[in-house]
């Protein structure tokens, strides 16, 4: 174990974020106002199980404790992580605050594709993506839980996105959202697709599946490799049924995405898929 995953699993989401935030706990999923924009109906969730927070609102950003206490206190990665494994107490090795630094911009990049992607679903322009869901049996709820999202047809468009809300063009490749076309231009990795994020053990989100609504081939396309992203290091779903697994040492090994979502989506707790 890292000493990251170390620090995350010392701390308690919940208790974290409620420090600071007014908190309504009635339900398996904490709800507020979003603590970074003002709004009046709440839009930031709490997910326990998998220690993540997402804002489904404005912000359209979501992250892990540690996240959390970067935008909370506007610190890097570094200082987050320090503050973090205080209240923890744990002594931490400069070398893994480093390296985790270091990829810090490519999560960041990411967890913006991801808001992107599920306003885009959520709009008029995910009508059929919505269809072919609500088809597997998935519906809106379980399609925000689940990280999926449409990244549109057309013009190149999470590219404009990520320039926007300030990720670098070296972080956006790095974590192949973009890539270059002949003429020296930059384009969307996915487009015309449904759009499910993939996050390692840790719930980070280190890359995205996309499955063809157009017909165009191939049918299901991953992040390319790269630094955060090895498909044949990675089992999908891992991040929700590591507890479950470790509890029952118990594993259910599926074939895709949608096969690991669907068994989630009916209580069995730990199933993980293949990426290929």
């Not at 839980?145 to 956006?172: C, E, F, Q, V, W």
């Not at 759009?195 to 995205?208: L, S, W």
């Not at 068994?263 to 898929?273: D, K, S």
Request: one cysteine or more.
């Amino acid at each position: 174990m890292s000493q990251v995953d170390e620090v995350k699993r010392a701390l308690d989401i919940v208790q974290v974020v409620g420090e600071t935030v007014d908190l309504d706990t009635r339900s398996r999923t904490p709800k507020a106002n979003c603590p970074f924009h003002a709004e009046r109906t709440p839009s930031f969730v709490l997910f326990p199980d998998s220690q993540s927070w997402r804002c489904f609102g404005a912000c359209s950003t979501g992250g892990d404790v540690i996240s959390f206490i970067m935008k909370r206190d506007d610190i890097d990665f570094r200082e987050a992580l320090q503050r973090a494994a205080k209240s923890a107490g744990i002594e931490l090795d400069n070398r893994e605050s480093e390296r985790r630094a270091a990829a810090s911009p490519l999560i960041d990049a990411n967890e913006i594709a991801l808001g992107y992607f599920w306003t885009q679903l959520r709009s008029a322009a995910g009508n059929d993506a919505q269809e072919y869901l609500a088809g597997r049996g998935i519906d809106m709820d379980a399609a925000r839980r689940r990280d999926m999202g449409l990244a549109p047809s057309g013009m190149d468009t999470l590219t404009g996105h990520l320039k926007t809300s300030n990720i670098s063009g070296k972080a956006a490749a790095g974590a192949g959202l973009v890539v270059q076309s002949a003429d020296g231009g930059w384009r969307d990795m996915f487009k015309g697709r449904l759009t499910i994020a993939i996050r390692d053990a840790e719930g980070r989100v280190v890359g995205f599946g996309g499955r063809s609504l157009d017909g165009s081939e191939p049918k299901y396309l991953n992040t390319s490799r790269t630094e955060l992203f090895d498909k044949s290091r990675i089992l999908y779903g891992l991040n929700w049924a590591e507890k479950n697994i470790r509890s029952t040492r118990i594993v259910v090994v599926v074939e895709g995405y949608m096969d690991g979502i669907a068994a989630h989506e009916h209580g069995f707790e730990n199933v993980v898929a293949s990426m290929g």
